[in-house]
């Protein structure tokens, strides 16, 4: 049941990841200057709540499917964890920073931030999608 769980919160992951590297990002992008504070601001308002609850949700999935699994699904599990501490790390290392400066610096500065958000957004992505074909790979090799 753990290892549904996580692969279920993984391709609900990949579906948020997705959802911001197409959409929420261009759409921030393209927002117009005059507007730039109110749309920042609402996005890091709305962002917060389903980013903390994926992420922890994961958190606590990886372990409980580690401890319900067989050796050869373990080996995925692990695999796993790496891919969800790397997604982990590029959030809070990388991507949440420059979110706070985007907020802070002058719009001259804007272009080169947003740039730099959707580098780190695509390894996310990347980070993302290795996470979820872990927690298929634990099921297949369980089925």
């Known amino acids: 049941m753990a290892l549904v769980l996580l692969a279920v919160l993984t391709a609900v992951q990949l579906g ?20 730039w504070t109110t749309a920042h601001d609402r996005h890091s308002r709305r962002i917060a709540v389903p980013v903390v609850l994926l992420y922890g949700g994961l958190v606590a999935a990886v372990p409980a499917a580690w401890s319900s699994a067989e050796a050869a699904e373990r080996t995925w599990v692990a695999a796993g964890a790496v891919c969800l501490v790397m997604l982990l790390l590029t959030t809070a290392v990388l991507a949440a920073p420059t979110h706070g400066r985007l907020g802070r610096e002058p719009a001259e500065r804007r272009p080169l931030l947003l740039g730099r958000l959707q580098r780190v957004d695509r390894a996310r992505l990347a980070w993302s999608v290795a996470l979820a074909g872990c927690a298929a790979g634990a099921l297949l090799v369980r089925a």
């Open 16 to 35: 948020f990841q997705l959802t911001v590297t197409l959409v929420v990002y261009p759409t921030l992008a393209e927002t117009r200057d005059e507007d």
